[in-house]
């Protein structure tokens, strides 16, 4: 399964990007998928995921009503809306999916990633 993410940039606080997954597998409908941001020095840190159907999403309090994660299975492709952006969001963000379907806040069970997309916030 192979994951493709873009949309990065560089943008000023205050503003938005839209960071989207493609995702070349028919089965991607089943999958839960997330996403993830990992910062200089940092750990990976969970931001938000959603389930196969899109009826259930999950968001850590840093980017609760800031950051909204959709899909659409017809395109197989999942989507990170990111608005207000701040410096601290500053980092690589990764899609995931969980072939098992479950949506977890924990990276292990993702077991297909995306190759990380620069976002740089400056203030």
């Known amino acids: 399964v192979q994951l493709q993410a873009s949309g990065g940039g560089l943008v000023q606080a205050g503003g938005f990007l839209r960071l989207s997954c493609a995702v070349h597998e028919r089965a991607f409908t089943t999958y839960a998928m997330a996403w993830f941001r990992q910062a200089p020095g940092k750990e990976r840190e969970f931001l938000a995921f959603i389930n196969w159907n899109g009826e259930a999403t999950h968001y850590t309090d840093s980017v609760k009503g800031r950051f909204t994660i959709s899909r659409d299975n017809a395109k197989d492709t999942g989507t990170l809306q990111m608005d207000n952006l701040k410096p601290e969001d500053t980092a690589v963000y990764y899609c995931?999916?969980?072939?098992?379907?479950?949506?977890?806040?924990?990276?292990?069970?993702?077991?297909?990633w995306g190759q990380g997309t620069q976002v740089t916030v400056s203030s």
């Open positions: 995931a999916v969980n072939s098992w379907g479950l949506p977890t806040t924990e990276a292990t069970p993702y077991d297909y």
